[in-house]
């Protein structure tokens, strides 16, 4: 693939591996980091119409291709197997009403097949990855320049988002021999991870012009989003479902700004 016909932010990814890898460790421990960063920019394709569904793994190949060139990681359905920590973390911003039973019905029969429901690319509706990267050292500032407001230069650091599983097995059957292209549904992946029921019931709030959908438990542990939304104020039975603990962050780099503002509109019943 060649850098001058990329465009946008997609292009010093192309130049990056063009070039030879830095022989310091720190910095070549920076450049992964920076490479994985610029791919998420490529997450932006699954809001495009395409003819056929099952092209979108395939529409990213050739992007795919440079990242893994840079990383040496080993990519899986969309998402890298050393990066997991931040590409299992996503949320459909604009999800359909309905409940669970569509929700798993829907993942269940998808067609045509793309990727299994954990990868972003199975999804035909938006959505976003919820950790930040990296975060702003304290200290930064905003002055006014006559009628344009102007931001300091401020240090942004790697945030600590840590895996908390242990991937032990994955099979991803190819309808191509490149691990870039189609799918087939026999996809999947073994993890080894720690699970827990929820802790009570959870109050789904709908969209209004104010927020986006979103709930939170009962007993006040916390808010969640789920891949549905709903018409009015519900409440759902935990039912058969359970929490995975994909990752987690201190506090002193947390950056998920969208998840602490849906905290502040919690409003937990008496």
């Not at 980091?33 to 699954?46: C, G, K, V």
């Not at 990519?75 to 920590?85: C, E, K």
């Not at 916390?222 to 018409?231: A, L, N, P, S, Y």
Request: proline share 7%; aromatic share 10%; hydrophobic share 35%.
């Amino acid at each position: 693939m060649n850098g001058s016909v990329v465009h946008g932010s997609l292009r010093p990814l192309i130049a990056m591996a063009q070039e030879p890898e830095p022989e310091d460790p720190g910095e070549a421990s920076l450049r992964v980091r920076d490479a994985y960063a610029r791919w998420d920019e490529t997450l932006t394709i699954q809001t495009r119409e395409w003819s056929f569904g099952e092209d979108l793994l395939p529409g990213i190949a050739g992007l795919d291709e440079e990242c893994a060139r840079i990383t040496n990681d080993t990519y899986l359905a969309g998402l890298w197997s050393r990066d997991w920590q931040y590409g299992l973390v996503w949320e459909v911003t604009n999800p359909e009403i309905g409940d669970l039973d569509a929700s798993l019905r829907q993942k269940r029969q998808s067609s045509p097949y793309v990727a299994p429901s954990w990868s972003w690319a199975s999804q035909t509706r938006q959505f976003e990855l919820l950790p930040n990267r990296r975060y702003f050292l304290e200290g930064s500032s905003e002055e006014n320049d006559g009628a344009q407001k102007v931001m300091s230069v401020s240090e942004t650091l790697p945030c600590h988002v840590c895996p908390e599983f242990v991937l032990v097995r994955h099979a991803m059957d190819l309808q191509w021999r490149s691990q870039f292209g189609r799918l087939n549904s026999g996809s999947h992946i073994c993890l080894l991870a720690k699970l827990a029921a929820f802790s009570s019931d959870v109050i789904i709030e709908p969209r209004t012009s104010e927020h986006p959908p979103f709930g939170y438990f009962v007993d006040g542990s916390g808010i969640c989003v789920f891949d549905w939304t709903v018409e009015s104020t519900q409440v759902q039975p935990p039912g058969k479902m359970q929490l995975l603990l994909a990752s987690s962050c201190c506090f002193q780099t947390n950056n998920w700004p969208k998840l602490q503002w849906l905290v502040s509109l919690r409003n937990t019943p008496e």
